[in-house]
């Protein structure tokens, strides 16, 4: 049967919250036997704090005829499991129902928590990088894979004629330095990608002309190893 084979728990309940019918992989997922499902309220499933969010879903659903929530599911043994809920009311043995397909969501839960810690450690690095090249007498920026410029000194928003950080920063280098609309002919940046490796090189005649200063750039490679 389709319903036990389903690769999410399902819960069928009536509108008096009596379960009518839960799958195999619920009961495993949760640790409970049959019987002691079907004897649950659906509330009974969610964490304590969860639960009380369950009048204002029912009526939401009862309303709008399916909803999609997340909510905590917790197993006989204590532990807590983070599920992607998809409710809707149906028609089950001649009469109205409420089937609830819980999806587990750990592993997409661990994943943004650990998108989340690796931009706060990125921000934090760019916090501390950006104090350390606004000391410094050249113009040096830190500039993404994709040519946005991340960071800039002072020395970088006045040689090129601008008045704050904000007309530079997340924009492409290529762009607030010379006008263009791509990256340069002889990119060091790119250079320095390609290789994994340090490049030096002086600015064209064509580049002064576009810049109207005369430099030699250093691309240097960052890693996060």
């Not at 369950?54 to 917790?74: C, K, N, V, Y």
């Not at 089950?92 to 969501?105: E, F, L, S, T």
């Given at each position: 049967m389709l319903f036990d084979k389903a690769g999410d728990s399902i819960f069928i309940h009536d509108e008096q919250a009596r379960m009518l019918a839960v799958n195999f992989l619920a009961c495993d997922r949760l640790g409970y036997t049959h019987?002691?499902?079907?004897?649950?309220?659906?509330?009974?499933?969610?964490?304590?704090?969860?639960?009380?969010?369950?009048?204002?879903?029912?009526?939401?659903?009862?309303?709008?005829?399916?909803?999609?929530?997340?909510?905590?599911?917790?197993?006989?043994?204590?532990?807590?499991?983070?599920?992607?809920?998809?409710?809707?009311?149906?028609?089950?043995?001649?009469?109205?129902?409420?089937?609830?397909?819980?999806?587990?969501?750990?592993?997409?839960?661990?994943?943004?928590?650990?998108?989340?810690?690796?931009?706060?450690?990125?921000?934090?690095?760019?916090?501390?990088?950006?104090?350390?090249?606004?000391?410094?007498?050249?113009?040096v920026s830190v500039v993404d894979l994709e040519f946005n410029t991340l960071v800039a000194n002072t020395a970088v928003i006045e040689k090129f004629g601008h008045s704050n950080k904000a007309e530079v920063l997340g924009l492409k280098c290529y762009k607030t330095r010379k006008g263009l609309d791509d990256i340069c002919p002889q990119c060091g940046v790119k250079q320095a990608y390609d290789t994994g490796k340090p490049v030096s090189r002086f600015s064209t005649p064509e580049e002064e002309k576009l810049m109207g200063i005369s430099t030699k750039a250093y691309a240097i490679p960052l890693k996060d190893e």
């Open positions: 019987a002691e499902l079907m004897s649950m309220k659906p509330n009974q499933l969610d964490t304590q704090e969860e639960a009380l969010q369950m009048p204002d879903r029912f009526a939401r659903l009862m309303e709008q005829g399916s909803i999609t929530f997340e909510t905590h599911h917790q197993c006989k043994d204590g532990l807590t499991i983070p599920v992607e809920v998809n409710s809707r009311l149906i028609t089950w043995d001649d009469q109205p129902a409420v089937m609830n397909i819980a999806r587990d969501i750990t592993e997409r839960k661990q994943a943004e928590e650990a998108k989340e810690r690796s931009e706060k450690i990125l921000k934090q690095a760019l916090s501390e990088l950006e104090a350390i090249i606004e000391a410094l007498p050249g113009m």
